[in-house]
């Protein structure tokens, strides 16, 4: 069993930064894939970047590629999100997800999928950010 839990969300003005951290406690040595996804009002959820932990490999949706960056502190079992210049419609629920199936190639590249979703296991419950214009 893995548990992620998100801290390090809130409102930001367009154009602000936001750094978003989550824990994952559990059983982490048999993660093989970690991202995070998002939730607008009224969306689906939707991938935003994903990370394999034993290469550090990355992934990363169009909408997002060049403002976000994903990363992994391995000693301290915690996901990061660095997210630049931010606007408006990225305003939505932000997940920290974990799955111990996925392999390395379909990490980076599923995460661009419109059902990619449904291939994570393990979810945070959600930390929520904000931004006006």
């Known amino acids: 069993y893995v548990a992620p839990v998100e801290s390090g969300g809130g409102s930001v003005q367009a154009g602000g930064s936001l750094n978003l951290s989550c824990e994952v406690s559990?059983?982490?040595?048999?993660?093989?894939?970690l991202a995070w996804f998002r939730q607008a009002p009224g969306k689906g959820r939707e991938g935003v970047a994903s990370?394999?932990?034993?290469?550090?490999?990355?992934g990363y949706v169009a909408s997002v590629k060049g403002r976000f960056t994903i990363s992994r502190d391995s000693a301290k079992n915690t996901l990061n999100l660095l997210m630049k210049n931010l606007q408006p419609e990225d305003t939505a629920v932000y997940y920290c997800?974990?799955?111990?199936?996925?392999?390395?190639?379909?990490?980076?590249?599923?995460?661009?999928?419109?059902?990619?979703?449904?291939?994570?296991?393990?979810w945070g419950q959600g930390t929520q950010v904000t931004v006006s214009s």
């Open positions: 559990g059983n982490t040595d048999s993660i093989s894939c």
């Open positions: 997800v974990a799955d111990h199936t996925l392999g390395s190639t379909a990490c980076v590249t599923a995460i661009q999928a419109s059902d990619a979703n449904e291939m994570y296991t393990y």
């Open positions: 990370i394999v932990p034993s290469s550090g490999r990355t």
